[in-house]
């Protein structure tokens, strides 16, 4: 049987008081070959799904822990050997590449991963995989924002874009990765100019997520925003009217489509290196990877399925195709440091 845990935010203390519990509850007797154990970010009913239907063809349990990103992983770290994860399902190369650096992860090779996925979407050292794709994209009313003047992210910096600009803090993964992407094609200097820029051209102080600068878009005040893609399929098919309502006026734009490409990150998985179930772990992210779950996988959170020719959900996929910056996403978690340092100096709150 699946068995689900939502970890509500805790301080460490009280995390490892919950993993102590769980350790002695479920006793080592229940462990062994039979159960994947997996820390993940996603709180979907098809993962769930998913989850059952592996544990049908395979025999082998899942249990699942869900909570944030940043807890799962301050957790694997706490609870050190102890701890009784297999995987951690994470979403944002900076995250994954963060619990690499921490030593949290395991190197793992099958021929089948090698194959599903292209080399960008993999971790040079095969210690963290993906399983979906989002881009990071220009949002812009679709009435009141000036279509024409949308290029490039290094427009946003410039005199089209004053006081218009809604887009969130610094300490968020998503935009530290894009600054990454940004100091590896143009360098720091160029980097910090743009960030500068950028902020000068903020229609508000940086707060909230991605959906809030969407919101920010459609309560007049700001016209364009930046925003991972997955948010504004999100609100179009949400259950809350005033989400939808916001999201039928957000239009999408792709930026350096003449160039590089967009910026585009994932949501992934890694092998814990304390895992006592390495093989059920592979199995479980190589059904993951099967054309029929990545399908329902990456459509569960209006997501890119990682795996090529597999199809979008439609509400996304109606947005068309775009050129995706082939940057390793390698280079973007070990440029994360430079990006947090380059935000700081210019004052991006
Ligand atoms: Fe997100």
């Not at 154990?37 to 699942?64: K, P, Q, W």
């Not at 006081?163 to 992407?181: C, E, H, P």
């Not at 600068?213 to 809350?240: C, K």
Request: glycine share 8%; aromatic share 8%.
């Amino acid at each position: 049987m699946i068995r689900f845990t939502y970890l509500r935010a805790a301080c460490i203390a009280a995390l490892i008081l919950v993993a102590a519990g769980s350790a002695f509850a479920e006793g080592q007797s229940e462990e062994g070959a039979g159960v994947v154990h997996v820390y993940s970010n996603r709180h979907y009913d098809t993962d769930r799904a998913l989850y059952e239907a592996f544990e049908e063809e395979t025999g082998i349990d899942v249990r699942v822990v869900e909570a944030g990103s940043d807890e799962l992983i301050q957790r694997l770290d706490a609870e050190g050997d102890q701890s009784e994860a297999d995987l951690i399902i994470t979403a944002d190369v900076g995250r994954l590449h963060r619990a690499k650096e921490m030593d949290l992860l395991q190197p793992v090779t099958s021929a089948a991963l090698t194959e599903r996925l292209s080399e960008r979407l993999r971790d040079a050292d095969n210690q963290w995989f993906a399983l979906t794709k989002r881009a990071r994209i220009i949002a812009y009313h679709r009435e009141r924002a000036d279509r024409s003047v949308l290029s490039t992210y290094e427009a946003l910096a410039g005199p089209d874009f004053s006081d218009s600009i809604a887009i969130r803090s610094s300490s968020n993964v998503y935009n530290q990765s894009l600054l990454a992407s940004i100091i590896a094609h143009n360098g720091e200097d160029a980097a910090r100019e743009w960030a500068e820029g950028v902020v000068s051209n903020m229609a508000r102080r940086p707060q909230g997520g991605d959906r809030d600068q969407l919101r920010a878009i459609a309560a007049g005040e700001a016209d364009y925003a930046v925003v991972n893609t997955y948010y504004i399929g999100q609100m179009l098919t949400s259950s809350d009217p005033q989400d939808r309502e916001v999201a039928e006026q957000i239009g999408v734009f792709f930026p350096n489509q003449e160039g590089r490409g967009a910026h585009v990150n994932i949501s992934g998985v890694g092998v814990t290196k304390v895992s006592d179930n390495v093989d059920g772990a592979m199995r479980l992210i190589e059904f993951l990877l099967s054309d029929e779950a990545q399908q329902q996988f990456a459509q569960a959170n209006y997501e890119y399925p990682a795996v090529d020719g597999i199809a979008a959900a439609p509400e996304i996929a109606a947005w068309g195709e775009f050129e995706e910056d082939p940057l390793p996403l390698n280079r973007i978690g070990e440029l994360n440091s430079s990006a947090v340092r380059v935000f700081d100096e210019v004052g991006w709150q």
